[in-house]
Each structure stands twice: as structure tokens, then as C-alpha cells.
């Protein structure tokens, strides 16, 4: 299916841009997960414990006024990553022409593509928005600290050049019309997902509510990766319910395969994931 897809919600044009991906394990994705279920559960869904693959997947929305990118992946200089702005620009699109980025958290393969390698801002002309507790933690040292030095400096990098350009926000706002941002905390301190409706039909972007499919039917199973897993579990089912109830498009950006979208249902009181054909 390549490194792009265009869909069509509404009367929105979206673009799903995959900008590159990592192998992941079943220790660093299932945490809590006890030994010999999940070995079980991995067979039944056809994968080895040490090869998960994950994408990277970032989403564009064309509405009729506005062009608003949801999360910038990991940027350049990287053998993972970098591969959003090359697609973009295949598909008629220069950073230039977006006007609203939306970061969903502060992790390196969503933000590593705001600035580039020179520190410049790479969507100049673009509004960026972030939960406010979420750029707090990312910009404050005493709580970089918590982090991995990795991480940190990645933020350190990515996220001050932004300052001037970036509106922060404490609730769940549409950001331009059709445009929401859900809260979505538990990943990180102030995830958020992003909703897109337009003429009854909804796609929902629930970015690293969950890192691989078997957390939908598993919601219970966090990843070393989740800050707040008590908090990730709530989320989950918060978000899968409504995913649920709107019958909504699903994009979860670490599915594989790409393009990393499909539908919750709900079967024998198990959410389950049905990828798009």
C-alpha cells in the first residue's frame, strides 16, 4: 500500500504519511502481561516475541479552510524516520501550506520533525498546539529529569524553538472546525488524540492511547513506555467506547501493518481490532 493514503471523511481530504518505524518486543510492549498468556496470545496472532514491528504514522486533514498536520514524526537524520516531509511534498503538499500542527505528546518520533537539523522551525507559516501539561513536562528540567537523557535532549532540541509559535491548551478544544483534540492521558501526562468529523462520519486519532493491536483486545496490558499505566488502562476504554459508539475510523499510529487503520468492535465482552482491508 506504500508510504501514503489519501481517505476522505466528509468533506475533509486526509492524507496518512508513514514516516518510518522500529521492530519493538513483547517485554518492552506488555509489560504486565502474565509470561505464558501472552505467549499464548502472541502465537494466536501470528507474531515472535522479539520481532513487533511498529509505523510510525502521521496524519494530514485538508479541510475547506485549513491545512492541519497531526504530529511531525522523527525528523531528519535518523535511520528510522524522516520519510514525512519527502511524502508530503510527492503529494503536493510543501510545509509551507500547513497552517495548524497538532503535537500530540513529547515523544521523539512525534515532535522530531517540528525543527530541523539547523534549528529552524520546519512549518514556518503553522500554529503548533500541546496539552499545557504535557509542554510543561517537556520543557521544565526539574521533570526532564524523570525522562531518559535521550528523550530529554530530544526535547530540549525540538521544543523551545517553538515557544512563539505555540498555543498550549488545558481542555478538550476543536482546534479548527471539525478539528477536536480529546484528552487522552496515561502514555504520557497530557496525550491527547484527535478527532475529525465532518457530515456524520468521524476518524479518530488515537496516536499511543494503544502501541499494538493486541492492546485493544488486551486494554489491561501496558508497555514500559506508558508513564501513568493505571492511567493508560482508563484511557483505553474511554477511548475505545467512543471509537465504538461513532463507529469511527480508527488511526493508531504504531499499527503495522501501514496504514495503520481499521475499527473497534466489541465481541464476547473483548474489544477487538479490525484493520482496514
Same mark, same amino acid.
Given at each position: 500500500?506504500?508510504?501514503?493514503?489519501?481517505?476522505?471523511?466528509?468533506d475533509f481530504q486526509c492524507l496518512v504519511v508513514n514516516d518510518g518505524g522500529f521492530v519493538g518486543?513483547?517485554?518492552?510492549? *506488555?509489560?504486565?502481561?502474565?509470561?505464558?498468556?501472552?505467549?499464548?496470545?502472541? $502465537?494466536? /496472532?501470528?507474531?515472535?516475541?522479539?520481532?513487533? =514491528?511498529?509505523?510510525?504514522?502521521?496524519?494530514?486533514?485538508?479541510?475547506?479552510?485549513?491545512?492541519?498536520?497531526?504530529?511531525?514524526? *522523527?525528523?531528519?537524520?535518523?535511520? /528510522?524516520?524522516?520519510?514525512?516531509?519527502?511524502?508530503?511534498?510527492?503529494?503536493?503538499?510543501?510545509?509551507?501550506?500547513?497552517?495548524?500542527?497538532?503535537?500530540?505528546?513529547?515523544?521523539?518520533?512525534?515532535?522530531?520533525?517540528?525543527?530541523?537539523?539547523?534549528?529552524?522551525?520546519?512549518?514556518?507559516?503553522?500554529?503548533?498546539?500541546?496539552?499545557?501539561?504535557?509542554?510543561?513536562?517537556?520543557?521544565?528540567?526539574?521533570?526532564?529529569?524523570?525522562?531518559?537523557?535521550?528523550?530529554?535532549?530530544?526535547?530540549?532540541?525540538?521544543?523551545?524553538?517553538?515557544?512563539?509559535?505555540? $498555543?498550549? @491548551?488545558?481542555?478538550?478544544?476543536?482546534?479548527?472546525?471539525?478539528?477536536?483534540?480529546?484528552?487522552? =492521558?496515561?502514555?504520557?501526562?497530557?496525550?491527547?488524540?484527535?478527532?475529525?468529523?465532518?457530515?456524520?462520519?468521524? @476518524?479518530?486519532?488515537?496516536?499511543?492511547?494503544?502501541?499494538?493491536?493486541?492492546?485493544?483486545?488486551?486494554?489491561?496490558? /501496558?508497555?514500559?513506555?506508558?508513564?501513568? =499505566?493505571?492511567?493508560?488502562?482508563?484511557?483505553?476504554?474511554?477511548?475505545?467506547?467512543?471509537? +465504538?459508539?461513532?463507529?469511527?475510523?480508527?488511526? +493508531?499510529?504504531?499499527?503495522?501493518?501501514?496504514?495503520?487503520?481499521?475499527?473497534?468492535?466489541?465481541?464476547?465482552?473483548?474489544?477487538?481490532?479490525?484493520?482496514?482491508?
Amino acid at each position: 500500500m506504500g508510504d501514503s493514503y489519501r481517505l476522505k471523511i466528509g468533506d475533509f481530504q486526509c492524507l496518512v504519511v508513514n514516516d518510518g518505524g522500529f521492530v519493538g518486543n513483547a517485554h518492552m510492549l *506488555f509489560a504486565n502481561a502474565p509470561e505464558d498468556e501472552l505467549l499464548q496470545v502472541l $502465537q494466536r /496472532y501470528g507474531h515472535e516475541p522479539d520481532y513487533l =514491528p511498529s509505523t510510525w504514522t502521521c496524519l494530514l486533514i485538508k479541510t475547506p479552510n485549513n491545512v492541519v498536520l497531526v504530529d511531525t514524526g *522523527f525528523g531528519t537524520g535518523s535511520e /528510522y524516520g524522516g520519510q514525512l516531509l519527502p511524502l508530503l511534498r510527492e503529494e503536493g503538499f510543501q510545509p509551507q501550506d500547513i497552517d495548524t500542527v497538532i503535537l500530540t505528546h513529547g515523544h521523539a518520533d512525534h515532535i522530531g520533525g517540528c525543527v530541523d537539523g539547523t534549528g529552524n522551525v520546519t512549518f514556518s507559516e503553522a500554529t503548533y498546539y500541546m496539552w499545557r501539561d504535557e509542554w510543561d513536562f517537556w520543557t521544565t528540567e526539574a521533570t526532564l529529569k524523570e525522562s531518559s537523557e535521550w528523550a530529554a535532549s530530544i526535547a530540549r532540541q525540538k521544543l523551545p524553538p517553538l515557544a512563539g509559535q505555540l $498555543q498550549t @491548551l488545558d481542555k478538550e478544544t476543536e482546534i479548527v472546525p471539525g478539528i477536536r483534540v480529546i484528552a487522552a =492521558p496515561g502514555h504520557t501526562t497530557g496525550h491527547i488524540a484527535v478527532e475529525v468529523a465532518s457530515r456524520g462520519e468521524y @476518524l479518530l486519532d488515537m496516536v499511543d492511547v494503544a502501541l499494538h493491536p493486541i492492546q485493544i483486545e488486551y486494554p489491561e496490558w /501496558y508497555s514500559q513506555l506508558d508513564q501513568i =499505566p493505571e492511567q493508560t488502562v482508563a484511557t483505553r476504554q474511554a477511548i475505545y467506547s467512543r471509537a +465504538a459508539e461513532q463507529n469511527a475510523l480508527v488511526l +493508531a499510529f504504531h499499527f503495522s501493518p501501514f496504514p495503520s487503520l481499521g475499527h473497534i468492535t466489541k465481541q464476547d465482552r473483548r474489544w477487538k481490532w479490525q484493520p482496514l482491508d
